[in-house]
Every structure is written in structure tokens, then in C-alpha cells.
């Protein structure tokens, strides 16, 4: 199903950029909380297309970096 394909794209991508940052400074980086963050790395929450777009800002990237496959 490609709901759940690109939940885990974007969690790999999440956990990757996250690094060595804990919950709380990811989040200040990102302008999302640590708990949403922390359900969008385990895939367990949608994004919505909003978020999205505030996440790829803050981190200066385009969406299709997230979602390369």
C-alpha cells in the first residue's frame, strides 16, 4: 500500500535528519512537536500536507528528497 510505504519514507527520513538531536531540539529545528515527531518517525501518524510543507522549509528541502523511491 503506498500510504504505508511513504509513512515509512518520510519516518527513515525523519530519523536520518534527526541524527544525534534529541526529540525537543528536533522539534525546535523543525517547528513541530517532539510527540508528533516522535509518531512520525515511528510511522504511526499522518502528515498532513501543511506539516509537510513547514517540515521541508524548515529543513531546506524539497519534497522529493523525502520521498525519492
Known amino acids: 500500500m503506498a500510504k504505508k510505504r511513504l509513512a515509512k519514507q518520510l519516518a527513515a527520513y525523519l530519523r536520518k535528519q534527526r541524527g544525534d538531536l534529541t526529540f525537543q531540539q528536533f522539534a525546535r529545528k523543525t517547528g513541530i512537536s517532539d510527540s508528533t515527531l516522535h509518531r512520525l518517525e515511528l510511522a504511526e501518524q499522518n502528515i498532513t500536507l501543511d506539516t509537510l510543507e513547514q517540515l521541508c522549509d524548515r529543513l ?4 522529493a528528497e ?4
Open 66 to 69: 523525502i520521498f525519492k523511491d
Open 60 to 63: 531546506k528541502c524539497p519534497i
